[in-house]
């Protein structure tokens, strides 16, 4: 059994987001897989939506460079209707109908993708925990996301 352990290929992401007193950190590593295969060994994982909100993505990389360009558009546009900026539980919120939207399209790949958003307002710092299914959840402490998480949590549970 240790053999075959030792022969199983690691894939996937890891990404983390951590609160801070005076910010939010995230960040996520840099290689893309395809099955066995690397495809990308500098792949961006964390993308800066503007100047106060930032996420990294996991899951299916069209999904989520489609999902980004969207709500990148649609923050923007919410912002000229009301002329105002966005705050971060909007969002979150926004972004969340996305994907809860994507995730129920009939297709024969439906779209998985998960999100960690960080940004501050007028409130304070905030971090956002967007899973595949639509749902919001602020996080107070540290989170992770993509196959790599199990490890990521070991170490924060740890080490916060």
Known sequence: MQDNQMNQLKTG??????????????????RATAGYLVVDKRAQKVH????????TIAGNV???QLLIKLFK???????IQTNR????????????GFLYSAIRQMSMMPAITHFLLAGVDN??????DLYPDGSVTEVTDYTSSGS????????????Y
């Open 48 to 55: 800066i939506i503007n100047d106060s909100i930032a996420l």
């Open 148 to 159: 790599g998480s199990v490890m990521a949590f070991g170490l924060l549970e740890n080490l």
């Open 13 to 30: 992401t890891t990404t983390v987001g951590l609160v801070c007193r005076d910010g939010i950190v995230i960040g996520a590593d840099r």
């Open 62 to 64: 069209s999904d989520a």
């Open 85 to 96: 900026r966005v705050n971060m539980k909007e969002a979150a919120n926004l972004l969340g």
């Open 123 to 128: 409130v304070g710092y905030h971090l956002y």
């Open 73 to 79: 558009a649609e923050l923007k546009l919410k912002e």
